[in-house]
């Protein structure tokens, strides 16, 4: 009995050139020679635009979106992830000051998690976010 293989969804989001898989436009070999190692992280803004515009248009727009941070705290994610939703949801103190630094208004900016630190808490209520409690 063989079995069927599990495949991927296709990504045809990133095109493959001679071999080579495209990400914004440049070569994984031409953005490995850019940044000069390997591994690296290589992202496309107008994927992340694009996925957000979709999600929007199937939502009510009284629905509001929170970026969760602790999905990618990457600070060039969730800058440009900030200017797409209506908050951020941090679970740490990293992710907090991460959030903090994207310029989102602290009033946006949600602290969730149990487990919270006396040190986490007071720097959570002096930069005027939202803390979320749980039992």
């Known amino acids: 009995m063989g079995k069927t293989r599990p495949t991927h969804?296709?990504?045809?989001?990133?095109?493959v050139v001679d071999d080579c898989l495209w990400v914004g436009g440049m070569s994984l070999t031409q953005l490995a020679a850019r940044i000069g190692q390997t591994p690296f992280y290589a992202y496309e803004r107008r994927l992340l635009d694009q996925?957000?515009?979709?999600?929007?248009?199937?939502?009510?727009?009284?629905?509001?979106?929170?970026y969760a941070v602790k999905a990618n705290p990457m600070p060039a994610v969730v800058?440009?992830?900030?200017?797409?939703?209506?908050g951020l949801d941090v679970a740490s103190l990293g992710e907090l000051r991460v959030a903090l630094d994207s310029g989102t208004n602290p009033s946006r900016i949600s602290f969730a998690?149990?487990?919270?630190r006396p040190?986490?808490?007071?720097?959570?209520?002096?930069?005027?976010?939202?803390?979320?409690?749980?039992?």
């Open 113 to 116: 998690g149990p487990g919270k």
């Open 51 to 66: 996925k957000m515009a979709l999600l929007r248009g199937a939502l009510p727009p009284a629905i509001e979106l929170h």
């Open 79 to 86: 800058q440009h992830m900030a200017g797409l939703v209506d």
């Open 9 to 15: 969804w296709p990504m045809s989001q990133f095109p």
């Open 119 to 135: 040190v986490e808490l007071t720097a959570a209520i002096a930069a005027g976010i939202t803390v979320n409690l749980e039992s």
